[in-house]
Structures are given as structure tokens and as C-alpha cells.
């Protein structure tokens, strides 16, 4: 399954984490930062992009939900992704205290934003 991002007028694609073991790694050695509505969990790659996984607990919601917040997540990073320092593996959880109906796009957005100027993510004058 593909995802893509506009780039001019060109679509380019996101890359994604795929393979359990891929998430497991970030899971497990990676650097937590949480917002109101989602969780970042960051690690080094040592390659030239990002890398993005996103995880719902089954628990959260029905898939048509669980996918709907997907959505949100990936436009919400596809947004500041070119603001973004590379080199990241990047997995997004959500926050299992938050009713998944209550998912918006600003709050995500927001999340994101203070999480990773935090982290020091973003580039300095991009902000």
C-alpha cells in the first residue's frame, strides 16, 4: 500500500515502516514523547529520510476509526514533513486515554508540532 505526498506537482511517495521487526526496533530503543492525542517514538536510522510507522490498538476503536485517525496522522506529518530534519524512524501510537471519537486534525497537528520542535526536529527558520 502506497502513500503519497505532493511535491510540487509531482506525487511523491511516504516511506513507511512495514516489518514487524522494523517497528520492534523503534519500540524498543527508541526516544518517547507524548502529546494529548498521540505518542512519537523516535530513533536513528542513518539513512537519508524519514521513516514512518503509525500503530492503533485494535482496543481504540472499530477500523473504520482506527483508519480515519491513520489518515489524520499521515496528512498531519505529510504537512511538516518538508520542515523536518531526515535521518528518523518515526512511530506514531495513539494515546489509549483518549476516546477515538475526539481525533482532530488541529490537536494531531498541534501534538506534532510541539512535539518535534522539542525533539529540535524541525529546521531552524522553518518554524
Known amino acids: ?9 509531482k506525487m511523491s511517495k511516504l516511506e513507511t515502516l512495514k516489518k514487524n521487526y522494523e517497528f520492534k526496533n523503534v519500540l524498543s530503543r527508541g526516544n518517547s514523547y507524548f502529546g494529548k492525542q498521540i505518542e512519537i517514538i523516535l530513533k536513528k536510522n542513518n539513512l537519508e529520510k524519514n521513516k514512518i510507522g503509525i500503530a492503533i490498538s485494535t482496543k481504540a476503536g472499530k477500523a473504520v476509526q482506527r483508519n480515519r485517525v491513520k489518515r489524520l496522522v499521515r496528512e498531519s506529518y505529510r504537512k ?3 520542515n523536518l530534519a531526515k535521518g528518523y524512524s518515526i512511530v506514531f501510537l495513539w494515546n489509549k486515554r483518549v476516546k477515538i471519537e475526539e481525533a482532530s486534525f488541529a490537536t494531531i497537528y498541534q501534538d506534532m508540532d510541539t512535539i518535534f520542535k ?3 526536529l524541525i529546521k531552524k527558520g522553518e518554524e
Open 1 to 9: 500500500m502506497a502513500f503519497f505526498a505532493i511535491k510540487g506537482n
Open 118 to 120: 522539542k525533539m529540535k
Open 80 to 82: 511538516m514533513e518538508k
